[in-house]
């Protein structure tokens, strides 16, 4: 791991990272914050997975998460959302390809070799932060994140229960099998059967079985991509035939955009905080 | 005055705006977020003066001010740091021209024409805000900044301290009549007649008998540009000599980024939201 940057901030450590991913086959760049503590003391850590179009840096810059992080003593990890790299396949479109990961491993020619963000994510990263941030509290994790990283907290939580205490998101696009963002990325990232979509998708992993205690979720009533990218409701309904206790907010006059992420990240920090150190 | 762009955040609403500047003779940008507040209600305004190579957008973006806002009812309102356009003169570097307006009027051929920025920033941007956000309480004022900004904060703040109830900085360049920055900005627009300069140094304002209560000053004491352009023990020695009451915190281990600002950004607005209830 190389240390691309490190600023002080709130107390604590901002710092910029990369590394050379097996999963991905590429260079990756991810942040960490780490706030103010003893020296020995473990923090518990909270994933923050971004969305599309973005990198770690919108919410390292955007997301005002470090006040929060500093008075819950909560460590952010902020990944990439897809491989990067000129050998990297691609395609000129904002929802698909670099910056488009969408948290999947992909099976399907030529984006197999490289998008494997699920693995990423869920196998190869953990590790390498608990390697290389001994003050990181691994058997205590929750889970967050925006849009297309809203679909990958809750997949990701929701395969992981015994590994996340909580998990939450911000206007999540909560079922890809219903909506085209998710026909798009999965059609052609693990081809048309979609029976293999379901473990990628929220709502039919909790449909199948998948059970956590709680979720929260905000979401902006004046959200461009509410009515057809995102469809709460059907998480909603999701919940509510699985006994799973959602707190669906809808916030009034919020969009899709970091000052709505900014506006509420600072709770979820300090929900999850409530739920990592009980 | 036109509206480019407005997102709800905090409870209130940032937006950004764009007006045909009398003072640059440019289209000019700049940034004012309004918190939320009741129908009628009069609230005081926080200027932001930013710093070299900065827009309205870095603080806009960056500053972690509006959750400070909405607590205390303060509108944050974030000029440009110049005159923009191909019609502007300009020179490749990062310290004088675009980005690098010092908060002079320029003097000088070719950058009087348009480097008008104390005319700006004194005059004009706050009776287009008077005249468009009826909210604002133009007789409840106070003024920040950040470096060359700073600079523009402190020296705006001490010619006008009937207007300005107080005033704050972060890592300012407090004497340009002693730096390197100040030599080659105030050189070229205002001319080698260092008499001229004193009116938009602090330090000299200060010797010649500008007056307020009291300053508050962050500065890191791991910003590189601290020995060489920013010298804050010449504020202090002036402060001493006046009788001015300064608060100048040494940040121990913050750099000169908005990774520094926005730590603190929350606690200024705070220190002056009290002093513009008084």
Redesign the interface.
Known sequence: MQTLST?????GV?GVYGHASMATGTEMTFSVYVPPHEDGRKLPVLWYLSGLTCSHANVT??G?Y??ACAEHGVIFVAPDTSPRGDAVPDEDSYDFGKGAGFYVDATEAPWSANYRMRSYVEDELPALIAAEFPMADMARQSITGHSMGGHGALTTGLRNPDRFRSISAFAPVVSPINCPWGHKALGRYIGEDRADWRRYDACALIADGARVAELLVDQ?D?DNFLEEQLRPQLLRDACEAAGIDLTLRMQP???H????I??FL?EHVAWHAARLKA
């Not at 600023?7 to 107390?11: E, R, T, V």
């Not at 955009?257 to 709505?260: G, L, V």
Request: charged fraction near 25%; glycine fraction near 18%; aromatic fraction near 18%.
């Open positions: 600023n002080k901030a709130h107390g901002q810059e955007k005002e470090r006040a902006g004046a006059g919020y969009d955009s970091y000052y709505f900014s506006s600072g």
